[in-house]
């Protein structure tokens, strides 16, 4: 059995859960890391030195960290070819999506506008800071519209890792309290992603303990 530690609300212990609800694979999840603490304690920093949220073992594997890492794993071990090819160039076309969003979309979302704007008390945001950073994540998402004018998902006409790492993010994006552009391929993506029982499960999650105000 899968054995997770990580706090629910955590978006990347999200892409790891979601990635295991959507292959149907047993687990136990653990609430580990920001109220609920734990993260730092010599047990725990044996898995993971960072202290960071989600840890995996699968079985009696070694401790897996990296939330990309492990949906690379649990893809490979457990995935069809569908969701992760065998085929070295066609799991790159997949791999390419996944990475654009991990490395682009994750990186000018999360710190730069969904903490900034849900997190920070209202009086203490820059909120010329989170324009521009807007602006940027906006010019990202124009691109991801534009790609799901021609498929209904990210790398195809089937969901895939790609979609595990890019559709985490939507749920916040589009509850956060912030002016969006008129992106219609992007929301009926994010309306399929909705009607997925695992999307709805661990990613469809409340986060309003993130608020520290």
């Known amino acids: 059995m899968l054995k997770v530690w990580g706090r629910k609300t955590s978006s990347?212990?999200?892409?790891?859960?979601?990635?295991?609800?959507?292959?149907?694979?047993p687990y136990q999840r653990i609430d580990i890391g920001h109220k609920y603490?734990?993260?730092?304690?010599?047990?725990?920093?044996?898995?993971?030195?960072?202290?960071?949220?989600?840890v995996l073992r699968d079985g009696d594997s070694q401790p897996l960290f990296e939330s990309a890492a492990i949906v690379r794993?649990?893809?490979s071990r457990y995935g069809d070819d569908a969701f992760w090819p065998q085929d070295a160039l066609a799991r790159a076309s997949v791999d390419i999506w996944a990475e654009w969003a991990?490395?682009?979309?994750?990186?000018?979302?999360?710190?730069?506008?969904?903490?900034?704007?849900?997190?920070?008390?209202?009086q203490e945001r820059d909120e010329q800071a989170i324009a521009a950073a807007l602006?940027?994540?906006t010019k990202l998402l124009k691109i991801a519209d534009q790609r799901l004018t021609q498929h209904d998902y990210l790398a195809g006409d089937r969901l895939t890792v790609a979609d595990i790492m890019f559709g985490?993010?939507?749920?916040?994006?589009?509850?956060?309290?912030?002016?969006?552009?008129?992106?219609?391929?992007?929301?009926?993506?994010?309306?399929r992603l909705t009607q997925r029982p695992a999307y709805r499960e661990h990613v469809m999650v409340p986060y309003a303990e993130l608020r520290s105000w």
């Open 73 to 75: 794993y649990l893809a």
């Open 168 to 191: 985490t993010l939507l749920y916040r994006y589009y509850t956060l309290e912030i002016e969006r552009p008129t992106l219609p391929a992007l929301e009926n993506y994010y309306q």
């Open 37 to 54: 603490g734990g993260n730092h304690t010599p047990e725990f920093l044996a898995m993971n030195p960072n202290g960071l949220v989600p």
């Open 12 to 25: 990347n212990v999200q892409t790891v859960m979601w990635c295991i609800g959507e292959m149907g694979l």
């Open 102 to 122: 991990k490395s682009n979309v994750y990186v000018s979302f999360m710190r730069p506008v969904f903490w900034p704007v849900f997190v920070t008390a209202p």
């Open 135 to 137: 602006d940027n994540l």
